[in-house]
């Protein structure tokens, strides 16, 4: 593991599997996917102007919000630096290329989100990404994860301790009392138009 991270899965997705998983996941299919996603989600929600997405891989996800809120400020944090290249070309997007253990918030966003990307975390550090998720937004925050009600370690295409499941919202929930649930649903891998994994998305606001 490189001294410059603080967790054997920061160095593992800012290297090479990283770099590999950008050139699987790619393309227009993703891209209506996402669209497909971020409608349901944004139904639920009103007046964001400004979005910030931790660990946004290539920007496919921002891709498809920009298409559905096209004057809207995107940001983006990514550690692997051939994924943030690609996130650099989409052009207007606020770029941190970094860990997110190393984001310092210097403002919130109307809507915070992470997708996929929480089951990849050491499970020792999700209170600090819980925690700069929550400070980085004035009012929403969007989780889409691999569920599971009790925390669960999983193979990873033959990797031991790289994904982890568990309930990430209702933790947050807990954590966080002026949190409350405003919507959520689920994304099947048998959608008849869309590719997507068995997820479960939430979408929460702060009351104050």
Not at 92 to 108: A, H, K, M
Not at 148 to 170: C, E, Q
Not at 193 to 208: G, P, Q
């Amino acid at each position: 593991m490189s001294n410059i991270y603080k967790t054997e899965q920061e160095a593992f997705w800012a290297g090479e599997f990283g770099d590999n998983y950008a050139i699987r996941n790619k393309g227009d299919a993703l891209i209506a996917s996402n669209l497909a996603l971020f409608t349901k989600i944004f139904s639920s929600a009103s007046s964001i102007r400004s979005v910030i997405e931790f660990g946004s891989n290539i920007g496919l996800n921002l891709l498809a919000i920009r298409q559905l809120l096209p004057e809207v400020d995107l940001s983006a944090i990514e550690i692997n630096r051939n994924a943030a290249e690609q996130v650099e070309r989409i052009g207007g997007v606020t770029l941190y290329n970094q860990s997110i253990f190393d984001f310092v918030p210097n403002r919130q966003r109307d809507f915070v989100f992470i997708k996929g990307v929480l089951i990849h975390i050491n499970p020792e550090m999700l209170p600090q990404v819980y925690d700069l998720l929550y400070q980085t937004s004035s009012r929403y925050i969007s989780l889409t994860e691999y569920y599971n009600p009790l925390p669960v370690s999983v193979l990873y295409r033959g990797h031991d301790d790289k994904l982890f499941k568990r309930d990430f919202a209702g933790e947050m929930l807990d954590r966080y009392p002026d949190l409350r649930l405003v919507n959520y649903g689920f994304t099947y891998h048998r959608d008849n138009n869309f590719v997507f994994d068995d997820e479960t998305w939430f979408l929460l606001e702060k009351s104050s």
